[in-house]
């Protein structure tokens, strides 16, 4: 073979080689773009958000009145059962009456000694009037008729306690929310019924002592209970400790719910809403923040423009907004945060910014 052929050869082999390489490289800077994840970005702000508190808490009757005799007496009979509504002055409890009988004959008496009493003052004052009698045995009739009179009032309210004690009535209107006694039974140290006024009812949170200056009676709170799923019930403060427990650094606020329709029952778990005020924090799209498996920190990756990179920022979440989250810390308003194509990054990770 000439030297010719040989040189043709040896060109031809360099360019087949030039033209390989050229499209091996060209395919490495397809396959390089083709790996670079695209995102989709969104540029946040800050809002004016309100500082909404949850604390949770057991509903509890407004008043509760223990109904019990002041003497020890034998049950006649009970016209209300446990859970039964009842109203203010209804008849609940009838008693024996054995000793009303005893006081009566009691007032009987003390009025007859009055009488009598009466009588020797008025007869002794007349006495005087005729000089047939002295101012000292005057005077001692005064007091022996002034005592009398103390006998017959004495007398007279034991027997209006023991007609009282012989119906009980309820004090208040609310629901029987325990008997301890049945007919027939002998009053001893408990109650014979309890009634619990649940109109209103109310509500007792600890609120952290830093947050003390913010409430005041008067404000207005949302609650809602499990059993009745998203329904709100708006309560008000009626009430705040003066003082704060030392162990838990709280204060405890009374909360007053009217409970019109008796729909919330004493006992109930509820979650109450307090509005303290408000603060300006940004807000990020829900989609953006992303929850780190195995933990219960939460990330949002942040754009930056002048490497084309993503930093992988921990942020603490406040409140949910609809679609939004409310972030306390971790992203500066005007930031561009990424809110498709987390799932192919990393934190340092070039990224195309999808158009």
């Known amino acids: 073979m000439n030297k010719s052929i040989l040189k043709f050869m040896s060109i031809a082999a360099c360019c087949v080689l030039a033209c390989a390489c050229s499209k091996k490289s060209d395919d490495n800077k397809k396959a390089e773009a083709d790996t670079i994840p695209v995102v989709k970005l969104e540029t946040v702000g800050e809002e004016e ?19 019990s005799s002041s003497m020890p007496l034998r049950i006649k009979s009970i016209l209300v059962e446990e859970g039964q509504r009842v109203g203010k002055g209804q008849r609940v409890v009838v008693l024996d009456d054995v000793n009303t009988t005893t ?27 005729i000089g047939g009698g002295t101012r000292q045995g005057v005077d001692q009739m005064e007091l022996q008729l002034a005592n009398a009179r103390n006998a ?3 007398a007279r309210r034991a027997l209006a306690n023991a007609r009282e004690n012989s119906v009980l009535v309820s004090p208040v209107n609310g629901v029987v929310t325990a008997r301890n006694y049945d007919p027939g039974d002998m009053t001893g140290n408990l109650p014979i019924l309890t009634v619990a006024q649940v109109q209103p009812i109310k509500a007792i949170i600890n609120v952290s002592e830093s947050e ?4 005041h009676t008067g404000m207005t709170t949302t609650m809602t209970f499990d059993t009745y799923g998203d329904a709100e019930f708006t309560g008000t403060i009626t009430k705040i400790m003066p003082t704060v427990d030392a162990a ?26 307090l509005v303290l005020g408000t603060a300006r924090h940004t807000v990020v799209p829900d989609r953006a923040v992303v929850k780190q498996q195995g933990s219960g920190d939460h990330y949002v990756y942040v754009y930056d423009p ?8 921990k942020v603490e979440l406040g409140q949910r907004l609809g679609g939004s989250y409310e972030l306390i810390s971790g992203v500066p308003a005007g930031s561009q945060v990424v809110v498709s194509g987390q799932a192919a990054l990393a934190n340092g990770k070039k990224v195309q910014v999808q158009k």
């Open 103 to 129: 006081y009566e004959l009691q007032v009987a008496n003390a009025e007859a000694q009055l009488k009598n009493v009466q009588i020797n003052y008025d007869r002794a004052v007349e006495l005087l009037k």
């Open 306 to 313: 002048k490497t084309e990179t993503v930093a992988f920022n």
């Open 152 to 154: 017959v009032a004495s």
């Open 49 to 67: 958000v309100e500082q909404t508190f949850t604390y949770t808490a057991s509903m509890e009757a407004d008043k509760i009145n223990n109904i």
């Open 248 to 273: 838990t650094r709280t204060f405890g606020v009374e909360i007053s719910l009217p409970n019109r329709d008796d729909r919330i029952l004493p006992g109930m778990f509820a979650k109450v809403n």
């Open 212 to 215: 003390y200056s913010l409430v």
